[in-house]
Nanobody, 125 residues
Framework: QVQLVESGGGLVQAGGSLRLSCAAS????????MGWFRQAPGKEREFVAAISRGGSGTNYADSVKGRFTISRDNAKNTVNLQMNNLKPDDTAVYYC??????????????????WGQGTQVTVSS
């Protein structure tokens, strides 16, 4: 019952910043915990960050903790990922995902049932 579309990806130099957005359709957005995942060439899909239904709970991968911030605006049906101090290792396709659940402690892609098409983030050195 939710459709997801990512935007905001692009090319940035190491140390720079990008802000990704995910727009969700439907009136049930607040029923879903939201997550961001990424997949780099030759690597498995990787958890990045998650946020609870109301936005008060968050979870981050160790590799991005302190650099990335996830947020959501349920009135606008959007979830965002602010990425600061980007590194070449952050280069990947970033995916927005939704889970019809309250908790955000799960980090496996199989925890999430709905996915966007992804947006490319490329960080040059």
């Amino acid at each position: 019952q939710v459709q997801l579309v990512e935007s905001g990806g692009g090319l940035v130099q190491a140390g720079g910043s990008l802000r990704l957005s995910c727009a969700a359709s439907g009136r049930t957005f607040s029923d879903y915990a939201m997550g961001w995942f990424r997949q780099a060439p030759g690597k498995e899909r990787e958890f990045v960050a998650a946020i609870s239904r109301g936005g008060s709970g968050t979870n981050y991968a160790d590799s991005v903790k302190g650099r990335f911030t996830i947020s959501r605006d349920n009135a606008k049906n959007t979830v965002n990922l602010q990425m600061n101090n980007l590194k070449p290792d952050d280069t990947a396709v970033y995916y927005c995902a939704a889970r019809r659940a309250a908790v955000v402690d799960g980090t496996r892609p199989t925890n999430y049932g709905y996915w966007g098409q992804g947006t490319q983030v490329t960080v040059s050195s």
